[in-house]
């Protein structure tokens, strides 16, 4: 039988049961004792359907079309599929002048973030009254690059107790495995070993946040699996800033465009990094 073998920047990982598992499905209309147990028990809560697939497309819509019709198959900005011409002229994703770096700075995006559902999913989390935290970076993974996220923590990149902040990851359309969601690593929440794994962990970079690029080489070190879904538009992740998580490159057509947008439990320490807007070249 051939085995699938999915990539991580480039590095293979076969994605067999040895390898990956299924993220627990939760709703929204689960009890809120329910929830917050799945969130402390897993580090994370899958929401599938937490909001409406037309306004996630209608985001997505409304940030593709900032490019050229040429970078989208048949000029469909809405659809997003990669047309195979990158736009030429443009800065690198997020600097200044790049479309991305407009976008999380416009209304539309603002709209999007400051939704009352967004909060109140929080504040179901916290148990609690949230605060958004303005700095909310916009990804844009485009297929056969063999870029993806770097398996991380996001403690090692915003500053706060833990139980304190939580991060909700939102595809903006749909993202099955093959397209290059997020994968989280089981029950790494609870596994402090696995942050120190960086000192043995092969690296492809010489910043030191990322654990590592080898999402295989982690899950043999730690007997862990990576957890995945194929997203639906609409289906976000609630996870906390101590899971490890990284994301697979994209092997479809499909662009995948995503935001994680964080929350702080009111009151708490701000991280006075992440006060403005996010920029690509900010450093955090
Ligand atoms: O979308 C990605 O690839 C990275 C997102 C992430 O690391 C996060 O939401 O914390």
């Known amino acids: 039988m051939n085995v699938r073998t999915l990539t991580s920047n480039g590095a293979p990982i076969p994605f067999t049961p040895q390898y990956f598992a299924a993220l627990r499905e939760s709703h929204t ?19 599938k359907g937490a909001l409406s697939s037309k306004t996630v497309l209608d985001l997505r819509e409304a940030y593709l079309s900032l490019f050229d019709s040429s970078f989208f198959k048949d000029g469909n900005a809405r659809r997003g599929l990669f047309s195979g011409h990158e736009p030429k002229g443009l800065p690198a994703h997020g600097l200044a002048g790049h479309p991305a770096h407009a976008f999380v700075r416009s209304d539309a995006f603002r709209a999007f973030t400051g939704a009352s559902t967004m909060k109140s ?7 609690g009254p949230a605060e958004l935290i303005r700095r909310t970076p916009l990804r844009h993974f485009i297929p056969g690059r063999k870029r993806s996220s770097r398996a991380h923590l996001d ?3 915003i500053g706060g107790v833990a139980a304190d902040v939580v ?11 093959d397209a290059g969601g997020l994968v989280y690593m089981d029950r790494s929440h609870e596994d402090e070993v696995l942050e120190n794994a960086r000192a ?11 654990i590592t690029h080898d999402l295989k080489w982690l899950s043999d070190f730690s007997g862990r699996r990576w957890l995945y ?3 639906s538009a609409g289906d976000i992740v609630v996870h906390s800033p101590v899971i490890v998580h990284a994301s697979l490159d994209g092997e479809l057509d499909l662009m995948r465009v995503s935001t994680d947008i964080r929350f702080q439990r009111a009151g708490s320490p701000s991280d006075p990094r992440w006060l403005d807007d996010w920029s690509a070249d900010d450093g955090y």
């Open 29 to 47: 209309g689960l009890p809120a004792e329910t929830l917050r147990a799945r969130y402390a028990e897993d580090g994370y809560v899958l929401l």
């Open 121 to 127: 999913i929080a504040e179901t989390l916290f148990d």
């Open 155 to 157: 403690r090692s990149y």
């Open 167 to 177: 991060t909700i990851w939102v595809p903006l359309g749909d993202c099955p495995v």
């Open 200 to 210: 043995n962990a092969p690296n492809d970079r010489t910043d030191t946040r990322p």
């Open 229 to 231: 879904a194929d997203y």
